[in-house]
């Protein structure tokens, strides 16, 4: 089984920053792509970041020059920084990561999400 648990978000005012994190844990054998996605209500989840086991990176461009995707895959955690926060940033953030991972019938490739973290920014 593999879990992925955010931590990070809150309330922060405009132009401020957070970082949210992901760790993932479980019968990992590697993690593939981990990445960053949004969510407001009554709207599709959307990307926001994503960055492979070969350090690309991938980010939405309304998020380009104010946020920073790394991740430590000693930890097997994934980061999101992001700054200059707007109002418009306010959502449900989801951690989710393309892994392989131990099955009962060897190893498998998984794609999973963690249970989301709420990020608001006030004006």
């Known amino acids: 089984q593999v879990q992925l648990v955010e931590s990070g978000g809150g309330l922060v005012q405009a132009g401020g920053s957070l970082r949210l994190s992901c760790a993932a844990s479980?019968?990992?054998?590697?993690?593939?792509?981990m990445g960053w996605y949004r969510q407001v209500v009554g709207k599709q989840r959307e990307l926001v970041a994503a960055t492979s086991d070969g350090g690309s990176t991938n980010y939405a461009d309304s998020v380009k020059g104010r946020g920073t995707i790394s991740r430590d895959n000693a930890k097997n955690t994934v980061y999101l920084q992001m700054n200059s926060l707007k109002p418009e940033d306010t959502a449900v953030y989801y951690c989710?990561?393309?892994?392989?991972?131990?099955?009962?019938?060897?190893?498998?490739?998984?794609?999973?999400w963690g249970q989301g973290t709420q990020v608001t920014v006030s004006s």
């Open positions: 989710n990561a393309d892994l392989i991972t131990i099955t009962a019938k060897g190893p498998m490739r998984r794609n999973y």
């Open positions: 479980g019968s990992i054998v590697s993690i593939e792509t």
